[in-house]
């Protein structure tokens, strides 16, 4: 199993930045797609911005200008630099990370989530 754990949420007011971070752990495995979504209560977890391997970016446009994604490999690493931070970011913000197993196969992992709260 790949294990992913998330650090760096808290409290920020508003215009303030926070960073995300987000480590893979397993035994042999390939990172392919590593991701963060957000999700509050009452609504469908959504997409923040997502990484490839060779780091081609999916920003959707609610974030995009404010937030930027990277990924070290060799270290399975993803983080998530969040700028000019609003109260509607305010979410529980999960890491996502998809790849392969040696000799499983394909892995689909999520982390436990991370509150992130923007005071106005």
């Known amino acids: 199993q790949v294990q992913l754990v998330e650090s760096g949420g808290g409290l920020v007011q508003a215009g303030g930045s926070l960073r995300l971070s987000c480590v893979a752990s397993g035994h042999s495995f390939r990172v392919d797609t590593m991701a963060w979504y957000r999700q509050v209560p009452g609504k469908q977890r959504e997409l923040v911005a997502a990484i490839s391997r060779d780091s081609r970016t999916n920003i959707p446009v609610s974030v995009k200008g404010r937030f930027t994604i990277s990924r070290d490999n060799a270290k399975n690493t993803v983080i998530l630099q969040m700028n000019s931070l609003k109260p509607e970011d305010t979410a529980v913000y999960y890491c996502?990370?998809?790849?392969?197993?040696?000799?499983?196969?394909?892995?689909?992992?999520w982390g436990q989530g991370t509150q992130v709260t923007v005071s106005s």
């Open positions: 996502n990370a998809n790849g392969t197993r040696a000799i499983v196969g394909p892995f689909n992992s």
